[in-house]
């Protein structure tokens, strides 16, 4: 019977530990027509302004944490025309760019 205390108490620490990963994975927020996860980040379309958020939990329910007022854009680069054209300063070695978008990440406009 000593035994079985401690089992019983490892048991309940597992079943606690897998819900817990559980209510994590299900997490879920919705914006602009899309479904974003846990930790991924949009761009809230609100009626005073635009706002970068993160799909977030807040006591066990999905919402979205605000990160900043206003959403980054890409900037659009014009490289004047011939072969002896080089890439903005901005750009790597190889002419790409160092800006990392999240790939949840959605335009402003759309």
Same mark, same amino acid.
């Given at each position: !019977?000593?035994?079985?205390?401690?089992? +019983?108490? =490892?048991?309940?620490?597992? !079943?606690?530990?897998?819900?817990?990963? +559980?209510? =994590?994975?299900d997490c879920q927020c919705l914006a602009n027509g899309k479904v974003y996860h846990h930790g991924e980040l949009a761009c809230l379309k609100l009626p005073n302004g635009n706002q970068l958020a993160r799909c977030d939990m807040v006591l066990n329910n999905s919402a979205w944490k605000k990160v900043s007022d206003g959403c980054p854009q890409a900037e659009l680069f014009s490289r004047p025309e011939g072969p002896s054209s080089q890439p903005p300063e901005s750009f790597g070695e190889h002419g790409a760019p160092h800006l990392v978008l999240p790939t949840a990440f959605t335009d402003a406009n759309g």
């Open positions: !019977m000593a035994m079985q205390l401690p089992r +019983a108490c =490892l048991l309940s620490v597992a !079943m606690l530990v897998s819900s817990l990963t +559980a209510a =994590l994975a």
